[in-house]
Every structure is written in C-alpha cells, then in structure tokens.
C-alpha cells in the first residue's frame, strides 16, 4: 500500500492552492480584472499576456523613409550655407544638394577656401569635406552621419509610434525595431488595423507661417512655397517657408467644438507661448497660416495678439478627424514618412 507521509500531502495541496490563487485572474471578466487592480500590492493581479497566436490581431511591419529625412536636412543645410556665405561675403555659385551632400563653386578660391571650409565644418561634423584647385566645395555626408541619421529617425519613430497606439487605447502592443529601417508592430485583438494604420501613415509635422503677400497672385519668390488648402479644395496659397512657430512647441492639444463645430485646441510650452504672443501682436491684421503636412488647415486672420500660449484651429473638421489631428498633435510628428510593406491578420487560437 502506497503511503506519503503527512507534511508532503499538505506542501502539495499547499502549492496546489498558491497556484490556483495566482492563477485566478486570469479567469476574470475583464471588469473584474480591472477590479482587482485596486487590492492590495500583495495579491495576485497581473494577467498572463495573450499574443497574436492565441489572441488574435494584426502585424504590420512599416519602413521609414529616411531619405526624405536626409534630403530635408539637406535643403536646410543648403540654406545655411547660403546665409553664412553671404554674411562672411563670399563669393560663389551654382549651390545646393546632391546626392549626400552640399556642392557649390567658389568665385575665388584662392582667397576664400578656408573661410569656406569653416562655414561648411560649423554646420555638421559628419561632413566630408574637399575643395578643388577649380573652387568646387563637395560636402558630403559621411557613412557614420547616414547611420547615425538612420539611428535616430527610427529609434524617435519607435518612440512617436508607441505613443499613438498607446493613445487610441490598444493593449499590449509589441513594437520593435527590424532591420536598419524598418518597424514591427504586432497588435494583439485589433481585427481591423485600417484607423491604426490612418494614424501610422501621417507624420504630422505642423508649422506655422506668414503668407507671403508681396508677391503677385500665382508667383512664387525663392523664399516662398505654394501649397494647398484644405477648407476650399482647388485653392492655394503662398506662404513664406520660413518657420514661424512648429509643432514640437505644443504640449497638449484636445478635440472641442466652437459654435457647435468640431475644433482642435492647443496649448503652446513656455517658449512657443511667447513666440506666438511676440508674431501675433507684429502681425495683427495678417493672415496666418497653419500648415499640416504640406497642407494649410486653416488660414485665419490675426485680429489681435494671443499671448495665453493656446489657441484653436478650425478647418471644418468631422468629429473624427478633430479627434485624430488632436491625437497626432498631441504624439507628436514622425520624423519620416512611414510606409506598410506587410501587414498580416491572425484569427485566435483554439
């Protein structure tokens, strides 16, 4: 006859109940789960993690568009270069950006290579630098400044893509990084990504600008853009490429509704409060355009200066897309383009 002594039959039933116990959470209706939250630090409350094979959900794997990252930098480089040249008054001509790189040709190289070297060595240290005997400058970005490029607009798309999930109120997302380029993000019970996947495609980059009301009707000057506006399809306006006020100033944005439409309030940082307060008061009377993916959302006129650091912005939205533009703001911008090249749907296991 079989016999176990005692004391083991209670460590057995022992164990058996502390794993029952710290097992009971994850038979709870998700309201109860959210219940035991609330008990004491020393119960058993945390769930075990379903993934996509016992979930279900969806699996995208995105790509950054890093030379869109890398041209950008470029057309602002091309910009400073131009700026210092002429403030040291240095001769030159044909510049700007090919390839890697910024090129250009000094008129006179004798005198002026080292004081062309320096403006272009100040602007970026991962430059390769040569000047010709002819006073062609090639500036060029070095292997380790492409990679540092790449480094830092995927680890900051990580970043931005994580707090978008995390705002739309999806649990448990797995996002990670694959590759030199790329983004895996694995969404556990989401059966229709396509709204993911709306927020994902937009790299929200907001701007502020002046409209650029010297030039005639149509015309565009060397420091001015045309692009479209969203109130009045088929419609443009020209603005001023410079910078007045950009989006990486906001510290919240929310959906709202004035005169019984749906808006979207912001609220500038302490530096951004004043710019704003500082442009509006020089321009009052001026239109001001706010700029969202190469696209005026809005272009009201400054009737007085803002100085609260907040404001609202119009542009006859849908209760969505004020929800969405407020979501985005709030995120903040892609520093690329991103691009879904796989996506994947996975049904529950059994």
Same mark, same amino acid.
């Given at each position: 006859?079989?016999?176990?002594?005692?004391? @083991?039959?209670?460590? /057995?039933?022992? *164990?058996?109940?502390?794993?029952? &116990?710290?097992?009971?959470?994850?038979?709870?209706?998700?309201?109860?789960?959210?219940? *035991?939250?609330?008990?004491?630090?020393?119960?058993?409350?945390?769930?075990?993690?379903?993934?996509?094979?016992?979930?279900?959900?969806?699996? !995208? &794997?995105?790509?950054?568009? +890093? #030379?869109?990252?890398?041209?950008?930098?470029?057309?602002?480089?091309?910009?400073?270069?131009?700026?210092?040249?002429?403030?040291?008054?240095?001769?030159?001509?044909?510049?700007?950006?090919? $390839?890697?790189?910024?090129?250009?040709?000094?008129?006179?190289?004798?005198?002026?290579?080292?004081?062309?070297?320096?403006?272009?060595? =100040?602007?970026?240290?991962?430059?390769?630098?040569?000047?010709?005997?002819?006073?062609?400058?090639?500036?060029? &970005?070095?292997?380790?400044?492409?990679?540092?490029?790449?480094?830092?607009?995927?680890?900051?798309?990580?970043?931005?893509?994580?707090?978008?999930?995390?705002?739309?109120? +999806? #649990?448990?997302?797995?996002?990670?990084?694959?590759?030199?380029?790329?983004?895996?993000?694995?969404?556990?019970?989401?059966?229709?990504?396509?709204?993911? @996947?709306?927020? *994902?495609? #937009? +790299?929200?980059?907001?701007?502020?600008?002046?409209?650029?009301?010297?030039?005639?009707?149509?015309? !565009?000057?060397?420091?001015?853009?045309?692009?479209?506006?969203?109130?009045?399809?088929?419609?443009?306006?020209?603005?001023? @490429?410079?910078?007045? *006020?950009?989006?990486?100033?906001?510290?919240?944005?929310?959906?709202?509704?004035?005169?019984?439409?749906?808006?979207?309030?912001?609220?500038?940082?302490?530096?951004?409060? @004043?710019?704003?307060?500082?442009?509006?008061?020089?321009?009052?009377? #001026?239109?001001?355009?706010?700029?969202?993916?190469?696209?005026? /959302?809005?272009?009201?006129? !400054?009737?007085?200066?803002?100085? =609260?650091?907040?404001? !609202?912005?119009?542009?006859?939205? +849908?209760?969505?897309?004020? $929800?969405?533009?407020?979501?985005?703001?709030?995120?903040?911008?892609?520093?690329?383009?991103?691009?879904?090249?796989?996506?994947?749907?996975?049904?529950?296991?059994?």
């Amino acid at each position: 006859m079989l016999h176990i002594e005692r004391w @083991k039959v209670i460590f /057995i039933l022992v *164990l058996t109940a502390l794993g029952v &116990l710290y097992a009971a959470p994850n038979m709870a209706s998700p309201q109860a789960q959210a219940w *035991l939250t609330g008990m004491p630090s020393w119960l058993p409350s945390s769930t075990v993690h379903l993934g996509l094979d016992l979930q279900g959900g969806s699996h !995208i &794997l995105l790509e950054a568009d +890093t #030379k869109a990252v890398i041209s950008d930098r470029l057309d602002a480089m091309v910009e400073a270069v131009r700026t210092e040249l002429r403030k040291q008054n240095v001769g030159y001509v044909d510049l700007g950006a090919q $390839h890697n790189g910024v090129t250009f040709k000094l008129r006179n190289p004798a005198q002026d290579s080292d004081a062309a070297r320096k403006i272009v060595r =100040g602007l970026d240290q991962n430059l390769d630098i040569h000047i010709g005997d002819n006073g062609a400058v090639e500036a060029m &970005l070095s292997e380790n400044g492409v990679r540092d490029i790449n480094t830092q607009v995927i680890n900051q798309s990580i970043e931005i893509v994580r707090r978008r999930i995390d705002e739309t109120g +999806t #649990k448990e997302p797995v996002i990670q990084r694959q590759g030199s380029d790329r983004i895996v993000v694995q969404l556990p019970g989401v059966d229709d990504p396509e709204r993911i @996947k709306e927020l *994902l495609g #937009k +790299t929200a980059k907001m701007s502020f600008h002046l409209l650029d009301m010297d030039v005639a009707s149509g015309s !565009i000057s060397i420091g001015s853009r045309k692009l479209p506006l969203r109130e009045n399809p088929g419609q443009s306006l020209i603005i001023k @490429k410079r910078v007045v *006020l950009s989006g990486d100033m906001l510290v919240d944005s929310q959906p709202t509704f004035e005169q019984g439409s749906p808006v979207v309030s912001f609220r500038f940082n302490a530096i951004g409060a @004043k710019r704003f307060c500082d442009v509006t008061r020089d321009n009052v009377g #001026k239109p001001f355009a706010i700029v969202l993916d190469d696209e005026i /959302i809005s272009a009201p006129r !400054i009737n007085d200066a803002i100085c =609260g650091g907040s404001g !609202i912005i119009t542009g006859n939205f +849908t209760v969505k897309e004020a $929800h969405d533009l407020s979501l985005l703001l709030r995120a903040g911008a892609l520093p690329a383009p991103l691009n879904v090249v796989e996506e994947r749907q996975y049904c529950p296991g059994p």
